[in-house]
């Protein structure tokens, strides 16, 4: 049959893998160790890759954590609403109506840490009674379940040091997911992860930090009122960062008079420099200017949002955040057309309104036309990739602002963001910081899309922790073997597996199992960036990820790994060819999961 060809190929093709692969240890003995040797000064955030919605997934953060084990990695931003959404829908399931501390018919309740905590009790106990929803995308009809939202890898691995980013301005809204968050972000062997405790309850570590995003320009999530709009009224993103703080503290006084396991969870803030209006930016002029006017935006925002120590760590993207629609460009003529035929759709179309005759005309003469939604809707999307990406690169870079804040702010650990392209650039920063975890200042630096484009630039990043660990008073070298990229890829393979296999037992449907495989196989797209047999890999799985329905992940990477050479695969992932000495074709510039670049 089918399935069995599949299968047989699969077995093959992972022999091959492993036949590649050398003979050191392989990589599915390699979590154990991690969790070994994992060491406490990894809280410090010298090196961390930035929250990216359609990236930064569980199975993201997995991978990546096969690269490095100290590197600090972020959620994608998940909406607060979504978060509580989940929860209430958890909540339905486990605790009955009467048994709950507020009514979910009223969408202001507040969600209390006493059913927090016995809602993740009882989820513990039967996590398969949440069963699977991997979300409304790609026809799914599911709404995810809040262990997918919040919930930490299914590894022996562990994420830990991992941090949650949520999105958002409903304080209450903030407040209420971020102890959902902190409870949730925890794991269990019953649950959706297992692996190495560090509690008498079982748990292992969670989030680290909960991380406000303000510094999203998307209109999308501008739309919404969240992001990077949220600088434009620094009291209320105290308002928000207070109500955080709140919630978590609440937890932990809770948790603390029932004897638990539990760690501090801290509220850290992700902003720009400020926000302008895109439509009337003038890039030239800004570019003009010096960091006087930039640094006084951003001191007054940090200033209000840190004043009654609610925050104690940002994370500054060192440049503006550009809000709305950008100025059609005069220099191409197509954009102008489609904007004048835009504008002339516009003046004719008319909505029809109660009281008035169906075959009237509003524009007299000009005949009423129908709105094609789906076009309108791919244009707004078309307008808000471009509008990101441009946010990227018009606006000036200013690092030495965020210097400058250090200096103002000494009690305040700050991470730079934006622009930082390569590994060099991390250990630049990284020199800078000092050996004092305690102290604040610039700590260390985040990037964003060039740890997605070329993963193993950075896989040597566990150096700069263990260089700071050289000193110890016990002498010891905390210096551990290296990984292959077949290693990888192999552990990463057998991961795929036990994903697959997870979900169908929590009995997750054929559509959403489609879905799932889509986001695994995205995951090692850029792993061979820069060494021969890249583009093969890349053309291959681009065509077998066509057929998720019967190929399983482990099948297409598998089948993929096929056309990489030995030399490569037995490659370790520190060494690499760097960014700029790789042809880069821009084509489209995408910023989705499978290209070549992602912009």
């Known amino acids: 049959t089918n399935r ?102 009223g969408r202001k309740e507040v969600i209390h840490p006493e059913e927090i905590l016995e809602v993740y009790s009882r989820w513990l106990d039967q996590p398969y009674l ?159 200017k010096n960091d006087v006017e930039a640094f006084q935006v951003c001191q007054n925002f940090v200033k209000t949002i840190t004043l009654n120590g609610d925050v104690k760590k940002c994370h500054v993207h060192a440049r503006l955040g550009l809000l709305g629609e950008f100025a059609a460009d005069g220099d191409n003529e197509n954009d102008d057309k489609k904007g004048k035929q835009n504008v002339r759709l516009q003046r004719r179309q008319s909505l029809w309104v109660p009281g008035q005759e169906k075959n009237s005309n509003v524009d007299g003469d000009e005949k009423r036309i129908k709105i094609d939604h789906k076009r309108e809707q791919e244009r707004a999307r078309k307008r808000s990739r471009e509008a990101t990406m441009k946010n990227r690169s018009v606006p000036p870079l200013r690092p030495g602002v965020v210097d400058q804040l250090a200096a103002e702010f000494p009690h305040i650990e700050f991470v730079k963001n934006g622009g930082i392209q390569t590994f060099s650039d991390v250990c630049d920063i990284a020199q800078s910081v000092g050996s004092d975890c305690s102290s604040g200042g610039v700590v260390g630096s985040m990037v964003g899309r060039a740890a997605i484009n070329h993963p193993c630039a950075f896989a040597a990043a566990d150096k700069l922790w263990e260089e700071k660990e050289e000193g110890d008073s016990d002498g010891n070298s905390h210096r551990h073997r290296r990984p292959t990229r077949g290693e990888v890829l192999q552990d990463y393979i057998d991961y795929c597996n036990r994903e697959e296999e997870r979900v169908r037992a929590l009995g997750a449907s054929q559509q959403s199992i489609k879905v799932l495989r889509s986001r695994l196989v995205a995951v090692p797209f850029h792993l061979f960036m820069g060494e021969d047999g890249n583009d093969a890999f890349q053309r291959r799985m681009r065509k077998l990820t066509t057929k998720t329905v019967s190929l399983s992940a482990s099948s297409i990477l598998a089948g993929s790994a096929l056309f990489v050479p030995a030399e490569t695969l037995n490659k370790c992932v520190d060494d690499f060819v760097p960014l700029e000495d790789i042809p880069i074709f821009d084509g489209f510039r995408r910023s989705s999961a499978m290209q070549r670049m992602i912009f």
């Open 130 to 288: 949440e069963g699977y929803g991997c979300g409304r995308e790609q026809g799914d009809t599911n709404e995810r379940t809040l262990s997918e939202l919040v919930g930490i890898s299914s590894s022996c691995v562990g994420e830990y040091p991992v941090h949650l980013q949520l999105g958002g301005r409903n304080p209450q809204f903030l407040g209420s997911a971020s102890a959902i968050g902190a409870v949730f972000g925890r794991s269990s062997s019953n649950g959706i992860s297992g692996g190495t405790t560090y509690g008498d309850k079982g748990e292992i570590d969670g989030y680290q930090s909960i991380n406000l995003n303000c510094g999203c320009p998307s209109n999308a999530v501008g739309g919404r009122s969240g992001g990077a709009i949220l600088m434009k009224d620094p009291a209320h993103v105290a308002q928000i960062v207070e109500c955080m703080n709140r919630s978590l503290q609440s937890l932990s006084e809770v948790q603390r008079s029932h004897e638990e396991y539990h760690r501090v969870v801290d509220v850290t803030v992700k902003h720009r420099l400020g926000v302008r209006d895109a439509s009337t930016y003038d890039a030239k002029i800004d570019h003009a």
């Open 4 to 105: 069995h060809h599949h299968d047989h190929r699969y077995h093959t093709s992972k022999s091959l893998l492993l036949l590649s692969s050398s003979l050191s240890p392989t990589a599915s003995s390699m979590p154990h160790q991690q969790n070994k040797q994992r060491q406490q000064p990894i809280e410090r955030e010298i090196f961390s890759v930035a929250p990216m919605m359609g990236h930064t997934n569980r199975h993201y953060r997995y991978f990546f954590r096969l690269l490095s084990r100290y590197t600090h990695l972020y959620t994608e931003m998940i909406p607060a609403s979504q978060i509580v959404r989940a929860y209430r829908r958890t909540r339905d399931i486990y605790l009955k109506p009467q048994m709950s501390s507020s009514t979910s018919s």
